[in-house]
């Protein structure tokens, strides 16, 4: 709630306010009060930036015009030659800046299995500067250990980068277990109410911070700062919320589970799910994101068509449910075998639960199940 932030040193406003400005009037020349140029300075950018390094137990952050300039920043570690080792099923963007992007600059990627340790272990090269996770995965939940692929990353001389849009730094800490840099988009959870795009970057290592600060000034794809003001609001009652989405999920993954039209549910929390222990182990709840299986391409889209309560988008994390297709939507751009390897079937369905009254989900899922 407190952390990054002070009560305005010139008014005592409790909440830091939104400083819109692009520049800062000098007392005298070479004489300023830090702040010169607002792509290099912002108050309400610094103040997010001291909030998300103290909740993910880092030591910077990096505010971001969104998750993928986050991640592209990041990507400027490297250089031309490096390889990196990703999670085979991680976010459709991530997969596409990767390909499409940043192989024109000879970097190389090796997309494997990081739930797997030998399969990791196996994956690096002399070349391997960074291991790349994303746990748990969008859309099949499938889990990283993340002390484990640390460890071998580190023994191998790479750092390890994590994407925790999807578990929130409530439900996972991935520094706690060795990671170097975690990486979010702040349209999700941390911002946690639909209204506004962002990305962040969080480092331990000096020499990552020294070259994310200057990279974020040098590329300038920085956090305005209405959207720096609207993540800092939403991470104040992020625990409050991740209790709910986590109690909420849980329930409505339970529910699913046991009706005869779903013949697959995919959710940490279930004793079902193989990676149930390392959750655990790992995680504080099990989040908010769900996906399950209706049978057929046919089925879902009657199901998608039938909710009423549940909003059919793109996107997760708001305090409200969506509900999408990610065959169709967030995962078009990864081409159809590559979905059919990493399990994204047609008759997916994936749930981000919302904090809404939990029998009110439950009424909304009955009747669109009916209609199939
Ligand atoms: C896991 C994950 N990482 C990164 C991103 C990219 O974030 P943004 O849309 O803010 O650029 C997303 C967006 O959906 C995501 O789900």
Same mark, same amino acid.
């Given at each position: 709630?407190?952390?990054?932030? &002070?009560?305005?040193?010139?008014?005592?406003?409790? +909440?830091?306010?939104?400083?819109?400005?692009?520049?800062?009037?000098?007392?005298?020349?070479?004489?300023? $009060?830090?702040?010169?140029?607002?792509?290099?300075?912002?108050?309400?950018?610094?103040?997010?930036?001291?909030?998300?390094?103290? +909740?993910?137990?880092?030591?910077?952050?990096?505010?971001?015009?969104?998750?993928?300039?986050?991640?592209?920043?990041?990507? #400027?570690?490297?250089?031309?030659?490096?390889?990196?080792?990703?999670?085979?099923?991680?976010?459709?963007?991530?997969?596409?800046?990767?390909?499409?992007?940043?192989?024109?600059?000879?970097?190389?990627? #090796?997309?494997?299995?990081?739930?797997?340790?030998?399969?990791?272990?196996?994956?690096?090269?002399?070349?391997?500067?960074?291991?790349?996770?994303?746990?748990?995965?969008?859309?099949?939940?499938?889990?990283?250990?993340?002390?484990?692929?640390?460890?071998?990353?580190?023994?191998?001389?790479?750092? &390890?980068?994590?994407?925790?849009?999807?578990?929130?730094?409530?439900?996972?800490?991935?520094?706690?277990?060795?990671?170097?840099?975690?990486?979010?988009?702040? #349209?999700?959870?941390?911002?946690?109410?639909?209204?506004?795009?962002?990305?962040?970057?969080?480092?331990?290592?000096?020499?990552?911070?020294?070259?994310?600060?200057?990279?974020?000034?040098?590329?300038?794809?920085?956090?305005?700062?209405?959207?720096?003001?609207?993540?800092?609001?939403?991470?104040?009652?992020?625990p409050l919320r991740m209790e709910?989405?986590?109690?909420?999920?849980?329930?409505?993954?339970?529910?699913?589970? !046991?009706?005869? $039209?779903?013949?697959?549910?995919?959710?940490?929390?279930?004793?079902s799910h193989p990676q149930h222990e390392l959750a655990r182990?790992?995680?504080?709840?099990?989040?908010?994101?769900?996906?399950?299986?209706?049978?057929?391409?046919?089925?879902?889209? !009657?199901?998608?068509?039938?909710?009423?309560?549940?909003?059919?988008?793109?996107?997760?994390?708001?305090?409200?449910?969506?509900?999408?297709?990610?065959?169709?939507? #967030?995962?078009?751009?990864?081409?159809?075998? !590559?979905?059919?390897?990493?399990?994204?079937?047609?008759?997916? &369905?994936?749930?981000?639960?919302?904090?809404?009254?939990?029998?009110?989900?439950?009424?909304?899922?009955?009747?669109?199940?009916? !209609?199939?």
């Open positions: 709630m407190h952390a990054g932030q &002070v009560p305005d040193p010139s008014t005592g406003a409790v +909440i830091t306010p939104i400083y819109q400005t692009s520049t800062y009037v000098q007392d005298a020349l070479g004489e300023h $009060k830090g702040f010169e140029y607002a792509r290099t300075q912002n108050p309400t950018r610094s103040a997010l930036e001291g909030n998300l390094a103290a +909740i993910e137990g880092g030591k910077a952050a990096f505010a971001f015009a969104s998750g993928m300039a986050a991640e592209g920043a990041v990507m #400027t570690l490297l250089q031309a030659g490096d390889h990196v080792v990703v999670t085979d099923n991680t976010y459709g963007g991530t997969y596409r800046l990767f390909e499409r992007v940043l192989r024109k600059y000879q970097f190389d990627f #090796t997309y494997v299995d990081t739930s797997d340790l030998e399969a990791t272990r196996a994956a690096f090269r002399p070349t391997t500067k960074m291991l790349f996770v994303e746990t748990p995965t969008n859309p099949v939940l499938r889990l990283t250990d993340l002390a484990a692929v640390c460890e071998i990353a580190h023994s191998k001389g790479a750092f &390890v980068v994590v994407d925790n849009t999807f578990a929130s730094p409530y439900v996972q800490r991935p520094i706690e277990f060795g990671a170097d840099i975690v990486v979010h988009s702040t #349209t999700k959870f941390l911002n946690g109410h639909s209204d506004s795009v962002g990305g962040a970057a969080i480092a331990v290592r000096e020499d990552h911070i020294e070259w994310l600060k200057f990279v974020q000034n040098a590329e300038g794809a920085i956090l305005g700062p209405m959207d720096a003001w609207l993540v800092l609001r939403g991470t104040k009652t992020l709910r989405h986590n109690a909420n999920a849980q329930i409505l993954a339970e529910y699913l589970e !046991r009706h005869p $039209k779903v013949t697959r549910v995919y959710y940490p929390g279930l004793p182990r790992q995680m504080r709840g099990f989040g908010g994101i769900i996906s399950f299986e209706l049978g057929s391409f046919e089925n879902a889209r !009657r199901f998608l068509n039938g909710v009423e309560l549940m909003a059919l988008a793109e996107s997760l994390g708001g305090v409200e449910t969506l509900i999408s297709h990610p065959a169709s939507m #967030t995962h078009a751009s990864v081409p159809p075998e !590559r979905r059919a390897q990493i399990g994204i079937t047609e008759d997916m &369905v994936r749930v981000s639960v919302g904090i809404e009254d939990a029998d009110d989900l439950l009424a909304d899922l009955s009747q669109a199940l009916d !209609r199939i």
